[in-house]
């Protein structure tokens, strides 16, 4: 679990974002040779800000990256 907030996006303060918290899981299985590790990120689809910027009179904002899922093998050879 990561959380932030509450994040003030300019000087004025007039623009904000509340607090938020992403939550991830990990399960993973190893043998002598290989690993499996199945894996998720914002699992909650909790949706917020990454960034937010005013240029030339207009503002710029860029999403989080939403609910994602999963695996990794990893082989020893």
């Known amino acids: 679990m990561n959380g932030a907030g509450r994040i003030y ?3 004025a303060n ?4 509340d607090f938020y918290c ?4 990990s399960l993973a299985f190893a043998a002598q040779k290989w690993s ?3 894996w998720g990120e914002n699992i909650t689809g ?13 503002s710029f904002t860029q999403r989080g990256l ?9 082989l020893s050879i």
């Not at 007039?14 to 974002?17: E, G, Y």
Request: proline share 3%; charged share 25%.
């Open 14 to 17: 007039d623009r904000s974002q």
């Open 9 to 11: 996006w300019n000087e």
């Open 22 to 25: 992403l939550a991830g899981a």
């Open 36 to 38: 499996l590790r199945l």
């Open 46 to 58: 909790t949706r917020y800000d990454t960034f937010y910027f005013l240029s030339m009179g207009r």
């Open 66 to 74: 939403p609910a994602r899922f999963g695996a990794t093998l990893r």
